[in-house]
């Protein structure tokens, strides 16, 4: 197998594992014979049409949740290390361009409630799956609009600028990359995970207020008990620099270790809402408050568990290509 | 024992009315023309559909086999044969029955359209209101 083909394959890794085990022997005898003598890359022209078919058909095959789910959870990852590396540039930009942050800050705010009513969306979308028989793909394609939104509007809080949106974050983040990556069997496991976090969020939510005497059912006082839902505290605010190195983290962990992000993230992600901000209601015990760094490692394993899903997703079920040098290292191994 | 359509190919568009009444495509077109002739596989399709445009139509591999997947999927060609040679996986498709009726209905509705705008073009003043006249 020469380089051209190894590179063929790697791309051909951007459409569903089904579509690869019936079609990707056969196109790539085909991509080689149209290659010109002596090519040992694809062209730019050929690299976009393979990647761009490749992601239409993982589109098409959103036909259940867990296909919308998985495209769903890779589009989160990019958003989100998109949005770290915007985090940092401004705190690089910071000093030559000060404006730059409440400029963004006014562009990605949002009302608290629309992550949440986009979680709930999404989970009713995911309940009512088995009665849309037929229209299953209405189901995927809606939850990864569902999970952009929420991304998208949740920027701001990856950029530090707000607090509320890494709770449906990692919830959505769990559930997502549980189902892109989890056996058949277990997706109903995947879709309890998700759910129960959810869950655990609307009791975090009740019990703020079954706690809050003093509350006279304004919107104002809701605001006021929402917006001190924070996942940083006065301990340790994330700061727009740390994203990096928690996306960098995060990545390598996922990349190491996928299993143990998965397993280490699932139990976290509650533990860090158990111990959420100064108020701590739902645990009730202010000494919960000390574990800082919990709060930080909600994205860095939930980011851990995006790319070891993806990554599985994506690339494993490729028996075509297994044994194969990597495209992108020469015979020595070397980048 | 056929297996159990994947999801990636369950977008059949017989299955969608709107679809009934639009045309086939251009690449559809040629790779049904192309397979008129005689069992292809995927490299032969594409050097037949070169030679049937004079080269004015080169598509891409990608998009070659997404048009062959919903030609398949619509049923109006299925695999012929498969073999390996010089190392290279060949699967060839043919014609159904279906797609030479589908073939054969869009050939004569375009030769009918054709026959009009041969027409239409020999009068004089063409474009022009009156020009029919």
Known sequence: MNKLEARYRWLLAAYPSAHRHEREDEMVSVLLDVAQPGQTRPSLRQATAIVAAGLTYRLRSAAEWQAGAAIAGVVALGLGVAMAVLAGGISLLRPVAPNVESGLRVGLSAPWWVPTAAWAVALALLAAEPWLKGRRSVVGVSLIVVFALIMVLGGGHLAGFTRWYTVPFACFLVLSMAAAGAPRRSQVAAFATGAGLGGLLLLRFVGTYGRDRHWDGSPVRLWEHVSRWSLSNDLVVIRPGHWLVVVVAGLLLGLWRPRIAVAVGLLAVPLAMLADGPNAAWSGNPKVQVVAAIPTSILLLGLAIGVGWARRSFVAHRPATSGIPHPFRDDRGDL | ?133
């Open chain 2, 1 to 133: 024992m056929p297996a159990a359509s994947p999801a990636w190919r369950s977008r059949s568009s017989s299955k969608c009315v709107y679809f009934r009444f639009v045309s086939i495509n251009e690449l559809s077109f040629l790779v049904l023309t192309s397979l008129a002739e005689e069992p292809r596989h995927g490299y032969a399709i594409l050097g037949d559909i070169a030679a049937l445009t004079d080269g004015r139509m080169e598509p891409q591999v990608a998009t070659l086999y997404r048009t062959l997947d919903r030609l398949a999927a619509d049923g109006q060609i299925v695999e012929h044969s498969t073999e390996v040679v010089a190392g290279r996986f060949r699967r060839s498709y043919r014609l159904t029955d279906r797609g030479v009726s589908d073939l054969r209905a869009e050939a004569a509705q375009r030769s009918a359209t054709l026959k009009v705008a041969s027409v239409r073009l020999r009068r004089p003043n063409v474009g022009l209101a009156g020009g029919a006249a």
